[in-house]
């Protein structure tokens, strides 16, 4: 006999299986083939599933429904199996990754609720803030990938930086921090995997580094713009700014 499970209650069938948990019979299949699912008992050569079946098809569902791919999922349950995960602990720690960081909601508004989002009525606003990609017209309505960077698009709109211009600063910004964070993250997970960060408890650690993360880009960026813009002054060129721009808009 091959044990997957030590259960008295591994008295279910495949198909039987399928049909409590509306999971397909071949979908269960696969996910044994990729070592998500444990195997079954094997009595003779009819192979039997019970309660830890049940529940780890549950488990494998809800983790689907976070988004994880199935050998995410396995590599998770290898883990839960060897007791090195607690799985409560780490719904509780997807729940405070899943939350915002940047309080910033993609929405679909009409067209008045574009103009109140934006703060102005100017004729052609509309038309330009699908120009810049800032947000994008579906029939009726329209989708704003970011609220906070329109507003900040308007916000610099009204100071003489026109909104495409805006939208190509906010794509170098976003360009240069996606492989940021993601070197970041990269270093945190092997200095946790490594002990020298004690990730005993991630939920405190994640509490923690939300903010401080945030703050730290704020510091970080606003003292590199502060060296930015002192070798622009000792460079001269901040003298010629206005009237360059001023010969240029009169063409």
């Known amino acids: 006999m091959?044990?997957?499970?030590?259960?008295?209650?591994?008295?279910?069938?495949?198909?039987?299986?399928?049909?409590?948990?509306?999971?397909?019979?071949?979908?269960i299949?696969?996910?044994?083939?990729?070592?998500?699912?444990?195997?079954?008992?094997?009595?003779?050569?009819?192979?039997?599933?019970?309660?830890?079946h049940k529940?780890?098809?549950?488990?494998?569902?809800?983790?689907?429904?976070?988004?994880?791919?199935?050998?995410?999922?396995?590599?998770?349950?290898?883990?839960?199996?060897?007791g090195d995960v607690d799985i409560s602990e780490w719904l509780g720690v997807e729940v405070e990754?899943?939350?915002?960081?940047?309080?910033?909601?993609?929405?679909?508004?009409?067209?008045?609720?574009l103009h109140k989002l934006a703060?102005?009525?100017?004729?052609?606003?509309?038309?330009d803030l699908c120009r810049a990609k800032i947000a994008e017209r579906k029939g009726d309505v329209f989708f704003v990938p970011s609220p906070a960077l329109l507003s900040l698009a308007m916000r610099l709109e009204a100071a003489g930086v026109d909104l495409e211009t805006s939208a190509e600063l906010a794509s170098l910004l976003r360009k240069h921090l996606k492989r940021a964070v993601e070197d970041i993250v990269n270093v945190f997970v092997s200095r946790a995997h490594s002990g020298e960060?004690?990730?005993?408890?991630?939920?405190?650690?994640?509490q923690a580094l939300r903010p401080a993360s945030i703050e730290a880009v704020r510091v970080i960026f606003g003292r590199e713009m502060e060296r930015?813009?002192?070798k622009l002054l000792e460079s001269g060129k901040l003298?010629?700014?206005?009237a360059k721009s001023r010969k240029a808009r009169k063409r």
């Open 2 to 27: 091959t044990t997957g499970v030590d259960s008295a209650s591994d008295e279910l069938t495949i198909d039987e299986l399928a049909a409590r948990t509306h999971v397909p019979s071949r979908t």
């Open 29 to 52: 299949r696969f996910y044994q083939a990729r070592g998500a699912l444990m195997p079954p008992v094997i009595v003779g050569r009819v192979a039997h599933y019970g309660e830890a």
């Open 55 to 82: 529940k780890r098809l549950e488990l494998i569902a809800q983790l689907q429904d976070k988004g994880l791919r199935i050998d995410a999922i396995r590599d998770l349950c290898t883990a839960i199996d060897r």
């Open 97 to 113: 990754l899943a939350a915002s960081w940047a309080n910033d909601q993609s929405r679909t508004v009409t067209d008045a609720e």
């Open 119 to 127: 703060d102005s009525r100017r004729p052609g606003l509309l038309a």
């Open 197 to 206: 960060i004690d990730a005993r408890d991630p939920k405190k650690v994640f």
């Open 228 to 230: 930015q813009m002192r």
């Open 239 to 242: 003298a010629t700014i206005s």
